[in-house]
């Protein structure tokens, strides 16, 4: 029981909420994605979608363009209501209304195209297909996020990075999480696009308790950030770890406050 509180742990979830409810012109899009190995991009990517979907008063989608088995349906908690996906005769419709009968809705607010995975693995999902079919369907929405999976470069991958407002990339608190943004931004700046790392987001995530002891988080994210991007870590937490649908009721106060900054940040870099 604490009955007397500093300020602070009331007054920043205030400031949170207030960014996160921010006015938008148009909709932003939020692409999470990992340039290495495995990584909790999908538990990520489920975060933040359920963060905007609490905090935001407009419409949230959420997109898995992961291949094969992608974990982002499950830990959204997906059920597979039957809707049309992009087969729907809605999809192309002004009227929000005709193209919800091609969606799933998660929850109050929060929304996903379904069927993307089938589309990608029978190869009628590609970069122009998605500018010109899924893109569209963003306009509905004040924030969609983006489950990139692997950092692949064919052409939907692409096309899902070049439409992003802000990027997260996702990674294992590791030495060689760490190295792995370090030679993705090497290359950033070596092919032209030394300025994008001001429109990145570095999670760090914990799969396991003291997952790299070595591991000297404090060094790496002042590094990258000197860069342009912000870092943040995603401490492990219990219930994230059974890989089960993401309860907000369930997650610890420290992932939920580590979520909502990272929501924050992203909606404020997509700007």
């Known amino acids: 029981v604490r009955p007397f509180r500093p300020p602070e742990d009331v007054l920043e979830p205030v400031r949170l909420g207030r960014e996160l409810q921010r006015s938008l012109v148009t909709g932003r899009r939020i692409v999470v994605s990992r340039p290495q190995g495995w990584a909790a991009e999908s538990t990520v990517t489920a975060l933040l979608a359920l963060v905007f979907a609490h905090y935001r008063y407009d419409r949230v989608l959420a997109l898995d363009l992961g291949p094969g088995n992608s974990g982002l349906r499950p830990r959204l908690g997906a059920r597979g209501s039957g809707a049309a996906g992009l087969a729907g005769d809605g999809i192309e419709s002004d009227s929000f209304e ?6 799933e809705e998660i929850g109050e607010g929060l929304w996903l195209l379904p069927g993307l995975q089938e589309e990608i693995a029978q190869g009628r999902l590609d970069g122009e297909r998605y500018r010109g079919a899924v893109l569209p369907l963003t306009r509905f929405f004040g924030v969609t996020v983006v489950d990139r999976a692997a950092d692949m470069a064919d052409g939907l991958n692409r096309a899902a990075q070049a439409s992003a407002h802000a ?42 308790h003291g997952q790299d002891p070595p591991f000297d988080y404090p060094a790496s994210a002042g590094i990258l950030r000197e860069s342009g991007a912000e870092v943040f870590r995603l401490g492990f937490d219990r219930h994230l770890a059974e890989g089960t649908p993401v309860d907000p009721s369930r997650i610890s106060a420290a992932t939920h406050a580590t979520a909502t900054r990272i929501a924050a940040e992203c909606l404020r870099r997509s700007l």
């Open 98 to 103: 005709a193209v919800a009968e091609c969606l």
């Open 167 to 208: 990027h997260v990339l996702v990674v294992p608190s590791t030495r060689e999480g760490a190295a792995s943004i370090g030679r993705a931004f090497d290359w950033m700046t070596a092919n032209g696009a030394e300025s994008l790392p001001n429109r990145i987001v570095v999670v760090f995530t914990e799969q396991t």
